[in-house]
């Protein structure tokens, strides 16, 4: 009888430590997307606080998203290597340390260094949270927990402009960085308590980190990010240069890794058909995702005549909605499987893409909201089975790098999708300048663009099927598979 009340003691004190462990990673990753969101809300306000025009301020945003995009396939692998643990919790004290920065900074290029900072910290948490996922839940339990990590992550961009608008409006711009103070050192002591240790044969091996690779792959998404991002919509000389520069850097970066000793990525791994599958994927579908971010307030304002507020209020469906259906998604991939969930994933996209380009403006509001909630809750499904898809059965070694390249995959499709599909919404106006563009050239625009939505999502879904196909043949092909 006590050995009994052993045992249930037990089972009850492991559970709550796998509840309290997936806390510190659902925070983690609520922290990154917050801080995104949070500031975009502030831009006009730190404009008139530093003096400075927007495309100054702009930089708030962009060195945040520069320093995740450029490094967190190398964050990823190097807690592979010395331990995930360990640089997490570096990572929870570099993002709370460099937020008070941001509270406290007295000019805006300061500033503007500290989100930097802020942003290798954040990379780390949302490289090094998913690879975590193996380590903490178990196997049959991984889509649920997937789930949960992308309802935290909608849930911080949900979150943040209305946040931000009541700290601007009380306590003052300073509090968008300081909220991050608490819930930081929350996080790390969950996560300092909580987590699984590091194994003991995880030590830091320099000789093992791959320094030229890791070099030339953040030049190369760097070069990439700034082609994407600079000049507003207008793809000058400039753009072009920076676009050449990451062309040749991905040639140079692949002959590098294949001569490397210890290469920082193995580029036998993109042999892996779920694996390659899984990032196109996660890319083309987060392009889309982004078009409804860029065009969304556009066709609602100029096309709708909704006022500011309104917009905002339409524009939090899809966050919330995301939120909503996240862990639900996650119980689904749990219960019928990644791959099917994916294909249902991807479906709910499409068909919400196809029909947003046919309904009449004339529906108003309705008529958005309803095609931008299946777009939104099939991108939920898809990110929770996509995610378990590609980090089912990696080796423990790979994780950090693996999870690493899935957020990249991510952060390239919304880089991309705020260019291209911002460019493909003011070609399909047919107006030079979109914010005085007429309704008709505005919905003209948002048409267009949901058009070549709706024909990534079915690219995605020809890669989903093709890769099954394939890797089923590769299964069978493979010595005792028909014994």
């Not at 040639?251 to 000793?261: I, Q, R, S, T, V």
């Not at 380009?357 to 299946?374: D, F, K, R, S, T």
């Not at 070549?452 to 043949?473: E, F, K, N, T």
């Amino acid at each position: 009888m006590a050995r009994s009340d052993d045992a249930i003691a037990g089972s009850a004190e492991r559970t709550r430590s796998v509840r309290l462990a997936l806390a510190s990673l659902s925070l983690s990753m609520l922290l990154p997307s917050l801080s995104t969101s949070i500031a975009n809300v502030a831009l006009p306000t730190l404009a008139q606080e530093f003096s400075a025009s927007f495309q100054q301020v702009q930089w708030i945003v962009l060195a945040y998203l520069l320093a995740i995009t450029t490094v967190i396939v190398s964050v990823g692998r190097l807690g592979d290597l010395i331990g995930r643990r360990r640089l997490l919790l570096a990572g929870l004290l570099l993002f709370t340390g460099a937020s008070t920065l941001c509270g406290l900074a007295p000019t805006l290029w300061l500033l503007i260094g500290a989100r930097a900072i802020q942003g290798l910290g954040a990379a780390i948490m949302m490289a090094l949270t998913m690879a975590f996922v193996g380590e903490t839940v178990p196997k049959e339990k991984t889509g649920s927990a997937m789930g949960l990590l992308g309802t935290m992550s909608a849930v911080g961009t949900a979150l943040g402009p209305s946040l931000g608008g009541l700290f601007i409006a009380g306590p003052g711009w300073p509090a968008i960085f300081f909220v991050n103070l608490p819930v930081g050192l929350l996080t790390f002591v969950l996560a300092y308590r909580y987590l699984p240790a590091d194994r003991k044969g995880a030590k830091t091996d320099r000789a093992r980190f791959d320094n030229v690779g890791t070099l030339l792959l953040a030049l190369t998404l760097a070069a990439y990010s700034l082609s994407m991002t600079l000049g507003r919509g207008s793809f000058g000389g400039l753009n072009v240069a920076l676009l050449l520069a990451a062309v040749f850097g991905v040639g140079l970066f692949a002959f590098a890794e294949a001569k490397a000793a210890s290469p920082l990525m193995q580029l036998a791994m993109f042999r892996n058909p779920a694996l390659s599958a899984g990032f196109a994927m996660s890319t083309l579908v987060t392009t889309v995702v982004m078009a409804t971010l860029v065009v969304g307030p556009f066709y609602l304002s100029g096309a709708l005549a909704l006022d500011a507020a309104r917009v905002g209020l339409v524009m939090s469906v899809g966050p919330v909605v995301a939120a909503l259906t996240g862990v639900p998604a996650g119980r689904m991939v749990d219960r019928f499987g990644a791959h099917g969930m994916t294909v249902a994933g991807l479906l709910a996209a499409a068909i919400g893409s196809a029909i947003l380009p046919m309904v009449p403006a004339q529906l108003g509001i309705p008529g958005y909201v309803g095609p931008l909630a299946l777009i939104t809750a099939g991108y939920a499904l898809f990110q929770a089975a996509n995610n378990t898809s590609v980090m089912a059965d990696i080796v423990p070694e790979r994780r950090g790098l693996v999870s690493g390249m899935l957020n990249l995959s991510r952060n390239l499709g919304l880089i991309t999708g705020a260019s291209v599909m911002g460019a493909v919404f003011a070609f399909g106006s047919g107006a030079s300048d979109i914010t005085s563009a007429k309704p008709d050239a505005v919905v003209s625009g948002m048409q267009l663009t949901f058009a070549v939505a709706a024909a990534l999502i079915v690219v995605a879904l020809a890669i989903a099927l093709v890769s099954r196909a394939v890797s089923r043949g590769v299964a069978s092909t493979e010595p005792g598979a028909g014994a």
